[in-house]
């Protein structure tokens, strides 16, 4: 069992829990992720690390709640435990020598930027960090954003927070004014990544992206998280999560990843506690 030590209500449907794993902390580098299940009837779900403290040996995870497993997670509190916390798994983000990068983030995919540019902040590289959202009410991590970055755009879909436009938008105005990144990292939806692709592509700026595609066993046994990468099949539990993002296949991914979203659905509508029905039981 893994205790929860910390909980934060980013906003309304984001949550940042702070997990007791010291085996996952002692290892765990930035691009790497876990994969946990709350209780022995649960799925197995992959999360990325957004941090990890390897003296309190602990390993933060933000997440949306956006299905049945992520709201039983999103319910539990600070002393409980989940069942599985599995990790360090996939392949850390290889920086090669970098000394100016622009870190894209798109909504709940700033969690997952965060770490990235903590640990280019750290090398001592020169980080941009472009996080998107679609209104200030879900703008998150901003203040942690800035304390690792040489610079931060907060860019908002219609503007009532930062600038308004797309992380696109400000990385082609960035790009145009003579900023010379060595690589461009981009980690959000689908499509923004996509999009940020198509924007770098022109200028021949490598761009490294880190994929979610469906997941069950986290080590390449299923295969249910192949990706086409450059024409070729790529597991992302073990030859990702990061690729090179001018050579994803995205419309394959975004295909790929609404299978299970009408059943899903169905699940989190039709889910009934089961502590619930034990009571109901009981008085009966």
Do not use: W
């Given at each position: ?19 007791e ?13 876990i ?17 990890y ?54 909504g ?9 540019a ?16 679609r209104?200030?009410?879900i ?15 907060l ?54 992206v ?75």
């Amino acid at each position: 069992m893994f205790p929860i030590v910390n909980k934060k209500e980013l906003n309304s449907n984001v949550t940042l829990l702070e997990i007791e794993a010291p085996f996952i902390a002692k290892k765990a580098q930035a691009g790497q992720f876990i994969i946990f299940r709350v209780d022995e009837f649960s799925e197995r779900v992959p999360l990325t690390i957004a941090d990890y403290d390897r003296e309190k040996g602990t390993i933060t995870i933000i997440f949306q709640k956006v299905g049945l497993s992520t709201q039983l997670l999103g319910a539990k509190e600070i002393g409980e435990s989940i069942l599985d916390f599995v990790g360090p798994l996939g392949v850390a983000t290889e920086y090669d020598n970098m000394k100016k990068v622009a870190v894209v983030g798109g909504g709940v995919g700033c969690a997952i930027a965060y770490p990235q540019a903590k640990a280019l902040h750290s090398m001592g590289v020169e980080v941009d960090v472009i996080a998107g959202f679609r209104n200030e009410d879900i703008v998150i991590l901003e203040e942690e954003m800035k304390a690792v970055s040489t610079n931060f755009y907060l860019m908002t879909d219609d503007g009532t927070a930062g600038e308004k436009g797309f992380v696109t938008n400000k990385l082609k105005e960035l790009v145009d004014a003579g900023n010379q990144y060595d690589a461009v990292i981009a980690i959000g939806p689908v499509p923004m990544m996509k999009f940020v692709c198509l924007t770098t592509k022109p200028y021949d700026i490598k761009t490294i992206v880190s994929l979610n595609p469906i997941m069950i066993d986290g080590t390449g046994m299923c295969g249910g998280c192949r990706v086409t990468v450059g024409g070729e099949i790529k597991f992302a539990c073990v030859d990702g999560p990061d690729f090179d993002g001018h050579l994803v296949d995205f419309d394959e991914l975004m295909n790929r990843n609404s299978v299970y979203k009408a059943r899903e659905a169905e699940l989190t509508r039709d889910h009934a506690c089961r502590m619930d029905k034990l009571a109901k039981d009981l008085i009966q």
